[in-house]
């Protein structure tokens, strides 16, 4: 999955960087969701887009009970 994400996302991912990397290592069988590329593309003359590639969650040997979209 790609998301394009703003500088501040950023910054807290790679603030909390460490602490995520220590916990996915640890519990691998975890569904916090795996982020593989944090990443910028600028065109010429264009504006900077950030954007962030993470495995799917949805894609588990688990059977899936009800899915949620959490805002804020």
Known sequence: MIKTVKKSEVKA????LR?????????E???VKKFYVVHHVKPIGGQ???FIMMGNVFCSEY????R?????
Not at 13 to 16: D, E, K, V
Not at 68 to 72: I, M, T, Y
């Open 19 to 27: 602490s995520y990397y220590e916990h996915v290592s640890h519990y």
């Open 29 to 31: 069988n975890s569904l």
């Open 13 to 16: 991912l790679l603030r909390m």
């Open 68 to 72: 949620f979209d959490l805002k804020g």
């Open 63 to 66: 059977p899936i009970h009800g």
């Open 48 to 50: 900077k887009t950030r």
